[in-house]
């Protein structure tokens, strides 16, 4: 068996040791004679399953009793369309634009209502985050949207934008459970787990409870209605249990190895290898503004197509796989979610640096 050291920004690397408790309870799960995929989700063997990961979840992010926990199917993307069907009561929010995931769910909320660009990024290719300090928010907006972590252009928001009193709503696909986060700053997290947490399929929204009160807008399909889902725990349909089953593995693995502070740590030290290498690197440079570079996501490029591929191709060959950047910006990205180990970034830099050498 040969694992590589793979840098895909998503579905990404999982923990070793969660694939393997995964495959030793393949066949028969805490003797149920069954999988874990084969069980009904209204099992007491299932009910356990979602009840703890919920637990272990909450437990992580310290997510406060006003506070709801869903497990929902249906992408990241359909969560843009269920952000303004459960929030826009007054039909009007703010978007802030810092790359092509938030420019999608403003597109999606825009045929919802009236969803207004409060600051964005895009004239320099989306490599910083605007200041938001003093943004247009007005009175009538029914809450301002965040992408916290943009996985295509390698930016964080380190700082959370100031919504003067609005809710705030943030996508944090890529860097959920990456680091602590205070849950109380925000009205609705949510994150396609297939980043950092788990596989493609699952979708986990933690969302302020008096926000699902009143109506949603017409036409909400009841999947989407968030008050529906959170007053049936998720179980009003059958829900991504083989996925929920997986990222409760994951929590777990995080709760044993220290929680969010501890993985907070070994993120920075990982990114710092890696940033401490581009910023001397004679052939490689990094695409981000230094301050707003991401724990999670580091895109660089060496300045030439030819080198860029030639470049991947060799890494590949050597057992660093999925560095080629996004379809939309080309280049390198090297994605160094939780379960990527110090080691494998420091061979990669390694790797890098005798490529350097033979390439100037
Ligand atoms: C990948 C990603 C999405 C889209 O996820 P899907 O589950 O494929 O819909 C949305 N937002 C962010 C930040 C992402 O990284």
Redesign the pocket.
Known sequence: MARVYNFS??PAVLPEEVLKEAAEEMLDYKGTGMSVMEMSHRSKAYDAIIKEAEADLRSLLNIPDNYKVLFLQG????IFASVPMNLMKNRKAGYILTGQ?AKKAFAEAKMYGEAVELASSADKTFSYIPDCSDLPVTEDMDYVYI?E???IYGTKFHTLPDTKGKTLVS?V??CFLSEPMDVTKYGMIYA?V??NVGP?GT?VVIIREDLLEGDVLPGTPTMMNYKVQADNDSLYNTPPCYGIYICGKVFKWLLRNGGLSAMKELNEKKAKILYDFLDESSLFKGTVRKEDRSLMNVPFVTGNDETDAKFIKAAEAAGFVNLKGHRSVGGMRASIYNAMPVEGVEKLVAFMKEFEKNNQ
Do not use: F, H, P
């Open positions: 920004a998503g992408g990241a993307s359909l995931w992408c972590n943009n996985t996508d696909s890529s396609g297939q980043k493609a979708q």
